[in-house]
């Protein structure tokens, strides 16, 4: 079966740094997305990564090892508002999305 | 501003009634698609569609109905509600680039559907 798997949860503090790790099994693979989920609100697009490396955005930052079935996210100097659920999904061989259940991370001051 | 709209935001119903959740997007995208999600659980594919007149199931197709009769209208039909259709429905667009080297073919999300069925 194809499965994506993160930590359910994460604690960090204001101003550090936090990496979201993101492991995945899937027939076939055409790209790693990562979407922000604020509680009660729809997710929103952070990142995308279909060769290896790491891509980097401002604050945020995702790598791709696709031999190994792994990606992370990467935040930089914390803010509050960084308090949210992050949502890892691969696109398989048919252009499908699988979705992980989300890494809820908690920001404290 | 939101560029892809769901409404009810919240609905309350009894078991057995038919609801109709409706999704509509101004960006004219081809693809759009219906997710089911309770907390902290994945998102769960129930329906999508590849264009006008065009509509497939997901991997939970939840006893709902979908229709694509226009590119920007989307709505999601429930014929006889039960409790365990309990959840958030969000509704989502994207741009056609299967098969595309130009880039990702990233979902842009409404607000979502808090459906409660009693």
Known sequence: ?109 | EADIYQTPRYLVIGTGKKITLECSQTMGHDKMYWYQQDPGMELHLIHYSYGVNSTEKGDLSSESTVSRIRTEHFPLTLESARPSHTSQYLCASSEDRTGSSSGANVLTFGAGSRLTVL
């Not at chain 1, 503090?13 to 609100?41: D, K, M, P, R």
């Open chain 1, 1 to 109: 079966g194809q499965n994506i798997d993160q930590p359910t949860e994460m604690t960090a503090t204001e101003g550090a740094i936090v990496q979201i790790n993101c492991t995945y099994q899937t027939s076939g693979f055409n790209g790693l997305f990562w979407y922000q989920q604020h509680a009660g609100e729809a997710p929103t697009f952070l990142s995308y990564n279909v060769l290896d490396g790491l891509e980097e955005k401002g604050r945020f930052s995702s790598f791709l090892s696709r031999s190994k079935g792994y990606s992370y996210l990467l935040l930089k100097e914390l803010q509050m508002k960084d308090s949210a659920s992050y949502l890892c999904a691969v696109m398989d061989s048919n252009y499908q999305l699988i979705w992980g259940a989300g890494t809820k991370l908690i920001i404290k001051p």
